[in-house]
C-alpha cells in the first residue's frame, strides 16, 4: 500500500475530498516524524509502538575483504506490533 492508497482509502471513507484526505495523510505523517525525531515513542491501541533507540559504536567486518571496520553509532526506528494487530494477520479475534 502507498501514500496515494491511503489518500483514496480516507476519500473513500470519509467524503472528504482527496485534496483534503491528502493533507489529512500528510499530517498524520508529519506528526508521526516529529515526534520521532524528538525520539518520543508512539503507542497506537489496537496497532503497535514506534520506538527510536539508540545504537552505540560498535566493531564490524567488511564482508567481502574481511577487514575489521567501525560501525558508527546511530539511531534506529523499530516497530513493534500489538497483540491485538498479531492476532488479526494470523486470522483469529483479538
Do not use: H, W
Not at 34 to 52: D, M, P, Q, R
Not at 53 to 59: G, Q, V
Not at 82 to 87: D, M, P, T
Amino acid at each position: 500500500m502507498t501514500k496515494a492508497d491511503l489518500v483514496e482509502n480516507v476519500y473513500l471513507k470519509t467524503g472528504f475530498s482527496k485534496k483534503e484526505s491528502a493533507e489529512i495523510v500528510e499530517m498524520v505523517f508529519d506528526i508521526m516524524k516529529t515526534t520521532l525525531e524528538t525520539g518520543s515513542k508512539i503507542k497506537i491501541a489496537g496497532f503497535g509502538n514506534f520506538v527510536v533507540k539508540d545504537k552505540a559504536t560498535r566493531r564490524g567486518r567488511n564482508p567481502q575483504t574481511g577487514d575489521e571496520i567501525e560501525i558508527s553509532s546511530r539511531r534506529i526506528l523499530t516497530f513493534k506490533p500489538s497483540q491485538v494487530l498479531k492476532a488479526a494477520i494470523n486470522g483469529s479475534e483479538g
